[in-house]
């Protein structure tokens, strides 16, 4: 029993561990004026090429639209400042975890269940990246680009803060911090 109880801490490490929180980064054109950007619409044509549903689609640009005016930004129809884009992107993942645990010859006396070997798991999830672009609408040149990955979920409560979770991450990145 005390050999179990040694490995608890360690099978608890390992199951924080495979929680798979967000990961960002973003990429920016070093030589735009972020500080005259105030409206925003969506590039249209572009969002309509994303394979994602329709659903989803909604939940990300309401996800966008509140990060944006939480930011300053008004969303303008006429002739905005910057046009948002966005790309999607998943893959199915697989991890396979061998666990040895018990006694073997040299560590007792006598035969016990784990003496030929553990455990083995099988944990399937589907890993997915969101790709957040702003265009400068007068320039029409790409002048930031925001990427986030991370475990998606397909449970449709879960799904709006799965997805809020992934722009709100994603554009607290934004606007860059420009070293002079």
């Known amino acids: 029993m005390k050999k179990t109880l040694k490995f608890i801490p360690l099978l608890l490490l390992f199951v924080l561990a495979s ?3 967000i990961r960002v980064n973003s990429d920016y054109d070093k030589n735009a004026s972020f500080d005259g950007y105030k409206t925003y619409a969506y590039h ?3 969002i309509d090429k994303v394979e994602i549903s ?3 689609k909604r939940r990300i640009l309401r996800s966008i639209d509140e990060a944006m005016a939480a930011k300053g930004f008004t969303k303008s129809d006429t002739n905005p400042d ?3 884009n966005f790309f999607t992107k998943e893959r199915e993942q697989v991890d396979v975890n061998q666990f040895n645990a018990g006694w073997g010859y040299g560590w007792g006396w006598g035969w016990n269940p784990w003496m030929w070997g553990g455990t083995t798991s099988i944990n ?3 890993e997915g990246t969101l790709t957040i672009d ?3 609408n007068k320039k029409k040149e790409l002048i930031w680009q925001g990427m986030g990955e991370g475990v998606l979920t397909k449970k449709a409560e879960k799904k709006d ?3 809020n979770e992934f722009v709100s991450k994603i554009l607290a990145q934004y606007p860059p911090v420009v070293k002079k």
């Open 19 to 21: 929680c798979s929180s």
């Open 44 to 46: 249209k044509t572009g």
């Open 54 to 56: 329709d659903l989803d």
């Open 82 to 84: 910057l046009l948002i």
């Open 124 to 126: 399937r999830y589907t």
């Open 134 to 136: 702003f265009i400068d």
């Open 161 to 163: 803060e799965n997805i």
